[in-house]
């Protein structure tokens, strides 16, 4: 059984950092693409970016050059590094993979980017 558990959500003010976690179970986060989604009140979930079994990361143009998406292989967890945040950051991150054929979603976490 595949679970995905992201945490480290929060208020923070414009300019300001985070960082996501998403601490994967079922599943080992080396072997397989791990993504990042968001979404904003009101609108569709959108990717935010992803990290290949090779380490190659890919980004939305929206988030390029402030967010950085990597990998801790001892402790299976996959972080999601967001800085000089903006309020149009704020929404709820989800990690996600496919594993057999299947698609897994964590919970979510919320991000507030808010003076």
């Known amino acids: 059984q595949v679970q995905l558990v992201e945490s480290g959500g929060g208020l923070v003010q414009p300019g300001g950092s985070l960082r996501l976690s998403c601490a994967a179970s079922?599943?080992?986060?080396?072997?397989?693409?791990m993504y990042w989604y968001r979404q904003a009140p009101g609108k569709q979930r959108d990717l935010v970016g992803t990290?290949?079994?090779?380490?190659?990361?890919t980004y939305a143009m929206s988030v390029k050059g402030r967010f950085t998406i990597s990998r801790d292989n001892a402790k299976n967890t996959v972080f999601l590094q967001m800085n000089s945040l903006k309020p149009e950051d704020t929404a709820v991150y989800y990690c996600?993979?496919?594993?057999?054929?299947?698609?897994?979603w964590g919970q979510g976490t919320q991000v507030t980017v808010s003076s």
């Open positions: 996600r993979t496919i594993k057999s054929g299947c698609l897994y």
């Open positions: 079922g599943l080992i986060v080396s072997s397989y693409v």
């Open positions: 990290i290949s079994s090779g380490n190659m990361t």
